[in-house]
């Protein structure tokens, strides 16, 4: 399975950014499917997950409100929405599979990321 995630870039405080990430391989379609995040110095984090019928949705406390995931499984592309961005969303962010409960799985194998990072 590969994936390419796009759309970071460097924004200003309360901008707002779109991500992307193609699934090549696998099937995207029957995968629960979530957003993490790494900053500089801390560990990876999931920033939100989506089941794969991309109805139920759950997100990280600090994001609640800001962002928004969602999925096209005819595309096999997930997706995530970023409004009132903060200096502290900078992060390279990653889509990978989460789990059925839309909870972290530390996997492996891992995309290159897109780099987010929002100055004040």
């Known amino acids: 399975v590969l994936v390419a995630e796009s759309g970071g870039d460097s924004v200003q405080a309360g901008s707002s950014l779109r991500l992307s990430c193609v699934v090549a391989?696998?099937?995207?379609?029957?995968?629960?499917m979530g957003w993490y995040r790494q900053a500089p110095g801390k560990s990876r984090e999931l920033v939100a997950g989506?089941?794969?019928?991309?109805?139920?949705?759950k997100y990280a406390e600090f994001v609640k409100g800001r962002f928004t995931i969602s999925r096209d499984n005819s595309r096999n592309t997930l997706y995530l929405e970023m409004n009132a961005l903060e200096p502290s969303d900078t992060a390279m962010y990653y889509c990978?599979?989460?789990?059925?409960?839309?909870?972290?799985?530390?996997?492996?194998?891992w995309g290159q990321g897109t780099r987010v990072t929002v100055s004040s």
């Open positions: 990978n599979a989460v789990t059925p409960g839309l909870g972290a799985i530390m996997r492996p194998s």
């Open positions: 391989g696998g099937t995207f379609s029957e995968s629960h």
């Open positions: 989506i089941h794969s019928d991309g109805v139920t949705t």
